[in-house]
């Protein structure tokens, strides 16, 4: 017998599906169209995607507000078209390796509040369409910057070209520029190559449902 999920609750994305992909299971589960959720996650990213059902979904806005923990898997000497994996790589020619000290430097230098230029390969609108349906179209998208607040930011891991950072972030923050911004203040370039979103506000892995384990909530009109 499925359980029967709260209004507002976590499951743990996998890395492949996209954030609507797993909404839409989700819907197919309870048998409800309205569920919506607080957040998305590419489809190379896995973690806690933060669902609303029924009365719930007015509540996601709050759930976006909260700061949410990332582990990032960047690649350095190289830059993407999509400032991750999925698009066109080009290889950079990098004369000197950046040291241990070069990247705890680098890294660190992002803590706090600072303007970000969204990923091209977004949804963002620019004139009432997608960002990314215009890069398709091979449409040059001079994107604005954006405030971004980076709470905490740690080096787990470094060996030459790959590194893993810790980030606690505000809302609206993009990793995937903070890979590449993070490669152009080393002067090798970088792309995201892998995303772990660890906890969203409260929610842990640990908090996290399974999609298969739940049942239709008896409630009338989701």
């Known amino acids: 017998m499925g359980m029967i999920p709260p209004?507002?609750?976590?499951?743990?994305?996998?890395?492949?599906?996209?954030?609507?992909?797993?909404l839409n299971g989700i819907r197919r589960v309870l048998g409800t169209k309205?569920?919506?959720?607080?957040?998305?996650?590419?489809?190379?990213?896995?973690?806690?995607l933060v669902v609303g059902i029924g009365k719930g979904t007015k509540g996601l806005s709050s759930e976006v507000a909260k700061e949410k923990?990332?582990?990032?898997?960047?690649?350095l000497g190289a830059v993407s078209s999509t400032d991750d994996g999925e698009g066109m790589i080009e290889e950079?020619?990098?004369?000197?390796?950046?040291?241990?000290?070069d990247v705890f430097e680098a890294v660190t230098s992002f803590k706090g509040i600072?303007?970000?230029?969204?990923?091209?390969?977004?949804?963002?609108?620019?004139g009432g369409k997608e960002s990314y349906k215009l890069a398709r179209q091979?449409?040059?998208?001079?994107?604005?910057?954006?405030?971004?607040?980076?709470?905490?930011?740690?080096?787990?891991?470094?060996?030459?070209?790959a590194l893993r950072v810790r980030f606690v972030t505000g809302p609206g923050v993009y990793i995937r520029s903070l890979a590449r911004d993070i490669?152009?203040?080393?002067?090798?370039?970088?792309?995201?190559?892998?995303?772990i979103r660890t906890r969203v506000g409260s929610f842990e892995r640990k908090d996290c449902l399974d999609v298969e384990s739940l049942s239709r909530p008896p409630i009338e009109g989701i």
């Open 138 to 161: 091979g449409k040059d998208i001079p994107l604005k910057p954006r405030k971004a607040e980076i709470k905490d930011v740690e080096v787990i891991d470094y060996s030459w070209p």
């Open 114 to 126: 600072m303007e970000q230029v969204p990923p091209v390969w977004s949804a963002i609108k620019v």
């Open 183 to 195: 490669g152009d203040r080393l002067g090798t370039g970088g792309y995201l190559t892998g995303l």
């Open 7 to 22: 209004e507002i609750f976590a499951v743990w994305k996998p890395k492949g599906p996209s954030s609507n992909g797993v």
């Open 69 to 75: 923990e990332y582990l990032a898997d960047i690649r």
């Open 34 to 48: 309205h569920v919506g959720h607080a957040g998305t996650l590419d489809p190379l990213a896995e973690g806690i």
């Open 92 to 101: 950079r020619s990098v004369v000197h390796i950046p040291s241990d000290s």
